[in-house]
């Protein structure tokens, strides 16, 4: 999967480039992250990405035509200088040799708000372009020219896309085969069924006075499976019982469960 990131804090990137199983995946290869300068895209002699908002108001406003010139490049794979000038382009939408525009995610909390199901469908995409903002906001031409699609990692307002952008990644990139090597287990993770994911356990037995489930060590694989899906249904009902409603759950009614299928 091709990834490029549009965004003014390009340095931002170089830890979760270089360290991690998302910096493994990229010198691998199987994850080709390209992380851009949003300045290089600017036509004056400042670099200047902002501006006083249109009607006043505090705070400045990311400019459209850079953002229209940085996205036109990454989409069509041209240097910067080709598309610069885009404001004297002629009117409508702008351009994409050969067909559609790559999946555009612009980062903002209005977005529609990251799930597991949203990042399983991103997963799908061969390319995806992420538009990290700053200041008070992006130039709404933005959001109709560039944007495929509005992202929201949760109701909180972060300085910068650039944090929403590594979580997209993340949450993505985990989901496509061959990426991180051994796949998530799509059944049993959180989310993926509707539910919370049960308990863990590993070595030692007993940690300060603290066992283990008996449950888990009786080599029973079936009472194993039973116990953990219990333990899903019980937590998600306790933390998060809106999953419950949403209907994505298995019916709730049957504490005993039968377990997860394979
Ligand atoms: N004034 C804006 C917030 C600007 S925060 C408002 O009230 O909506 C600056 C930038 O941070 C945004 O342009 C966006 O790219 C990013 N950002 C902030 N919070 C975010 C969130 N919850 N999800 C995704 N991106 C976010």
């Known amino acids: 999967m091709r990834i490029d990131v549009l965004t003014i804090f390009p ?9 991690s199983l998302l910096g493994k995946a990229h010198a691998a290869g199987t994850l080709d992250l390209r992380v851009h300068d949003l300045r290089s895209f600017t036509t004056d002699r400042h670099r200047t990405v902002d ?64 799930t597991q199901a949203y990042a399983r469908d991103l997963a799908g995409e061969p390319r995806l372009v992420l538009c990290c903002g700053r200041y008070e906001g992006i130039d709404e031409r933005v ?65 300060r006075g603290h066992g283990v489930p008996p449950v888990l060590t009786s080599g029973d694989h079936g009472a194993v499976e039973r116990w953990r899906h219990e333990q899903a249904l019980a937590l998600t009902r306790e933390r998060r019982p809106d999953l419950l409603e949403d209907g994505r759950a298995e019916p709730a009614g049957d504490p005993g469960g039968r377990p997860p299928a394979g």
């Open 11 to 19: 340095d931002w990137f170089q830890g979760p480039l270089t360290t």
């Open 51 to 114: 501006d006083a908002p249109y009607g006043g108001g505090a705070g400045m406003v990311m400019r459209p035509d850079v953002w229209v010139n940085a996205a036109e490049s990454v989409w069509n794979d041209l240097p910067p200088e080709a598309t610069a000038g885009g404001t004297d382009a002629p009117a409508g939408a702008t351009h994409v040799a050969g067909g559609a525009r790559p999946r555009t995610l612009l980062l903002t909390p209005r977005g529609r708000p990251l």
């Open 143 to 207: 959001h109709d020219l560039v944007a495929t699609d509005e992202v929201s990692i949760g109701d909180y307002v972060l300085f910068g896309g650039e944090v929403a952008a590594a979580v997209v990644i993340e949450a993505v990139t985990r989901l496509v085969p061959g990426v991180m090597g051994n796949a998530a287990s799509p059944e049993d993770e959180s989310f993926s069924s509707g539910l919370l994911e049960y308990p863990h356990y590993t070595r030692p037995p007993v940690l």
